[in-house]
């Protein structure tokens, strides 16, 4: 507790006081390796270190703004459409900007693309979904549906895709929506209303529900390309 000049030892003095401190950087910064307690820095002690972490929010949250790494959890929204559509959706890029439309009209920002494959690409294929996302796929009022591509692609969801993008409608929607997809993000068979293209009542495409968490909210039945139902819209890149 003395130096060898007499003088009171102190956090901040460039000396390590052995059994009280942990370190002494010399300074009193609360985000470098040495906080102003003379502690070592680590992610969890509710102090960003400046360069190792981006964030720390001193919890085991991975669904919050920081998850347990000091990584900042990125948020991505999805919804059910509030309007429904026939299997002529103008393929996927028709799908895409039905999705983008709603989202803008109701305030959410970001780029939005439709739950949908065609004859031969799915979201899990170039091109479509970033299947590099680790952060929080959320309804429009911050409910968890899976925590990045891996949980949203692994057979359950944590919560149904039930919400439309209107953050006032409070209503769960229980709806089919078009799909023709695989759990994994792959394409199916071949009830895709001819790549989207087609509203025959002849024709067929396959669907998921909004309801279920299981494997039928993306893969349950097929129906007439002539039937009006809902689309299934996620945030992307």
């Known amino acids: 507790a003395c130096l060898n000049n007499c003088t009171a030892a102190s956090c901040g ?42 964030c720390d929010d001193a919890n085991a949250d991975d ?19 509030s309007v429904q559509y026939n299997g002529n959706l103008g393929g996927l890029i028709g799908a895409d900007i039905k999705c983008q439309s709603l989202a803008s009209k109701a305030g959410l920002p970001g780029t939005f693309k439709a739950w949908l494959s065609d004859a031969t690409t799915g979201p899990a294929d170039p091109g479509r979904l970033d299947t590099m ?15 990045g591509w891996t949980d949203l692609t692994d057979g359950a969801l944590a919560h149904a895709i039930e919400r439309t993008e209107d ?44 309801k279920p968490v299981d494997s039928s909210w993306t893969n349950s039945a097929v129906t007439s390309c002539s039937a009006a139902i809902n689309l299934s819209c996620f945030e992307d890149l």
């Open 167 to 210: 953050i006032m409608n409070k209503t769960p929607v229980d709806a089919i929506v078009w799909s023709h997809t695989s759990t994994d993000g792959k394409s199916l068979g071949t009830a895709h209303c001819l790549s989207w293209t087609s509203s025959a009542a002849d024709k067929t495409g396959s669907y998921g529900l909004s």
């Open 133 to 147: 996302f680790t952060g929080v796929y959320e309804l429009v009022d911050g409910t968890l549906v899976a925590h």
């Open 13 to 54: 003095d460039g000396f390590i006081e052995a059994g009280v401190e942990d370190c002494d950087d010399t300074n009193l910064s609360d985000n470098d390796a040495c906080t102003n307690s003379c502690k070592k820095a680590f992610c969890g002690d509710g102090l960003t270190w400046t360069g190792p972490e981006e």
């Open 63 to 81: 669904t919050d703004t920081c998850d347990v790494a000091c990584k900042t959890v990125v948020h991505r929204k999805v919804f059910v459409s």
